[in-house]
């Protein structure tokens, strides 16, 4: 057994750590340096060209994923030669754990949520990550049922209910509106509603401080407490609003408030 878990370290340092790059110079050395027996050491060396091809392509695995998922993000880094450091520290921190392809991006999303990486330098680096990923998780979220008791017309004294794959986002960069040539977001609160539509395409739709405010308030108590609760007024224009949030598929439906 421990045998075999020295095995898998070595592989997953052959795959992920730079000094995997070193394993070419002298396969044998790279595999006694990391604990293993003499035999695996002259393994390594007789098969060092399909191990290199491993390491290749299990990174390529790793890679394509969060290159096609971040372009923008790839870009901002590139300008500063910081993406190659970027990438090699998010292998190295070992956080994926799925087996599954689809979670490789989220992974990374949440490996610089967590560790905080380059946010010092580019302060607006996670809200740019998050917005380049936020339309594919919506597109992508499980279908699931709605909680029963729901009505399609709202009222005062209802809270709305979100579909369960809309979001309502706040950042404090107008993030939604960089682009591969230009990266480096304007520093603007911008708040969106991303949700899908009838064909199930993510849609954004920009909104104001006082939607964002309401639609996250109205959640967990009605409509009216929140509106007095934000000092806003203009009942029957709000109305009108959720109704065509809930005809572009946004909400759910609303329910009474308990």
Partial sequence: ????????????????????????????????SHGLPEADAQSFRQFSGGLAAYRELARLSLLDPIEAMFPITRALLEREDAWEPCIEAFLQARCVASRHYRDIAP????????????????????????????????ARFPETDPPPGLHPDPGPQDRLVLHPATQVVSYRHAVHQVSEAQPVPEACPTHLLAHRDAEGQAQL??????????????????????????????????????????????????????
């Fill in 1 to 32: 057994m421990a045998e075999a878990l020295a095995l898998q370290r070595a592989l997953a340092a052959l795959i992920l750590d730079p000094e995997g790059a070193t394993f070419e110079e002298d396969p044998a050395r790279f595999a006694r």
């Fill in 205 to 258: 739709m920009d909104l104001t401080p006082a939607a964002a405010a309401l639609l996250t308030r109205a959640q967990t108590e009605s409509l009216a407490e929140a509106m007095a609760a934000l000092g806003l007024t203009g009942l029957p224009a709000t109305l009108s609003l959720l109704r065509e949030l809930r005809d572009r598929g946004a909400l759910a439906g609303f329910l009474a408030a308990s």
């Fill in 107 to 138: 992974a990374f999303l949440g490996w610089l949520a967590e560790t905080g990486w380059g946010q010092a330098t580019w302060p607006y680096l996670l809200e740019l990550a998050h917005a380049e990923i936020l339309e594919v998780l919506v």
